[in-house]
């Protein structure tokens, strides 16, 4: 562990449970994001990106989604057809 708090593992490293600190809203690596009823997408501005990062979607209701990188401060999360209702996304950066 370095003086940053940065820690690497050359390892595994297996945990019950993981803690994200969500306190600056800026900085979020998850979260949740609302695609309203008749839209297709939705953008979710963060600083946590980085060109490593991978990210993954889910949803309150089946449906197809996916997301993108838009640029250094924006995902971009699109479903492929329109709903009759708000649909509830959860997002989460891996670096």
């Not at 640029?71 to 492929?80: G, N």
């Amino acid at each position: 562990m370095d003086t940053k708090g940065n820690m690497r593992v050359a390892g595994e490293i297996t945990v019950k449970k993981i803690n994200i600190d969500e306190s600056q809203e800026s900085e979020k690596s998850v979260g949740r994001a609302v695609i309203t009823a008749g839209k297709t997408e939705v953008e979710v501005k963060t600083n946590a990106l980085t060109p490593k990062s991978h990210v993954f979607v889910s949803s309150d209701k089946p449906t197809e989604i996916g997301a993108v990188i838009e640029d250094p401060e924006t995902i971009k999360i699109l479903i492929k057809k329109q709903n009759q209702e708000d649909i509830k996304v959860n997002w989460w950066i891996v670096n």
